[in-house]
C-alpha cells in the first residue's frame, strides 16, 4: 500500500512538472522555454563613443554580460554585428550563431488607475479648473479671472509695501492676511 502511494506521488509530481501552468502555452517542462530560445540572446546594443556593447544572455547561468567586438574571455564572441536588424553572429563554443535582438513576452493589462487628468505633482486645486477640451470662449473666461486674481494680489503686495514704508525706522514690516 505504501508503496503505490509513493509511485502515484511521484507520477503527480512528474505531471506538474511535466505541464506547468508557468510555462510558456505550447510548451512543456521547465527547461523548454530556455532551450527553444537557445543557449545565449541578445537584450541589447549600445554604441558609445564609436565603441559597440553587446548585452548578451546566458540563459544557462541565467547572467547578463555586456561584452564588446571579438572580446575573449567567455564561452561565446561576438564576431560580427548589424544594427538595422538588431542581430549579432556569435561564435559559441565553436559554431556560428546569429542572435536576433531578444522581445519581451510581456503584455500590458491596461492603466491600474484611470486617468485623473491631474499630472503627478500638480496641485490639485489649481489642476480641477482646467478641462480638456472646452470651448475656446470657456478658457478665455479661465484665463481672464486668473489675470484678474494675479492684479488683485499684485495690488495687495503694493499696498503692504506703502503701507510698510509709512512705519517707524527698524519697525517689522506688516503683512497682509491671506
Known amino acids: 500500500m505504501v508503496l503505490l502511494a ?11 512538472a511535466a505541464n506547468s501552468p508557468f510555462s510558456p502555452a505550447g510548451t512543456s517542462g521547465p527547461g523548454a522555454a530556455a532551450a ?5 540572446e541578445l537584450r ?3 554604441s558609445m563613443g564609436g565603441n559597440a556593447s553587446f548585452l548578451i544572455y546566458d540563459v544557462n547561468k541565467k547572467k547578463n554580460i555586456w561584452v564588446g567586438m571579438n572580446e575573449a574571455g567567455n564561452d561565446f564572441v561576438v564576431k560580427a554585428a ?3 536588424s538588431d542581430s549579432v553572429t556569435v561564435d559559441y563554443q565553436g559554431h556560428s550563431m546569429k542572435l536576433e535582438l531578444h522581445t519581451s ?3 500590458s493589462s491596461g492603466n491600474a488607475m484611470p486617468p485623473t487628468g491631474v499630472a503627478p505633482g500638480a496641485n490639485p486645486a489649481v489642476a ?3 478641462v480638456a477640451n472646452q470651448p475656446p470662449s470657456d478658457e478665455q473666461r479661465r484665463l481672464d479671472a486668473v489675470a484678474q486674481e494675479v492684479r488683485r494680489r499684485r495690488m495687495e503686495r503694493e499696498k503692504a509695501a506703502q503701507g510698510g514704508q509709512d512705519q517707524a525706522p527698524g519697525a ?3 503683512i497682509p492676511n491671506r
Open 6 to 16: 509513493a509511485a502515484l506521488a511521484v507520477a503527480a509530481r512528474a505531471d506538474l
Open 105 to 107: 513576452k510581456i503584455a
Open 36 to 40: 527553444a530560445s537557445g543557449p545565449i
Open 172 to 174: 517689522p514690516p506688516s
Open 82 to 84: 548589424d544594427p538595422g
Open 44 to 46: 541589447g546594443m549600445t
Open 128 to 130: 480641477s479648473t482646467a
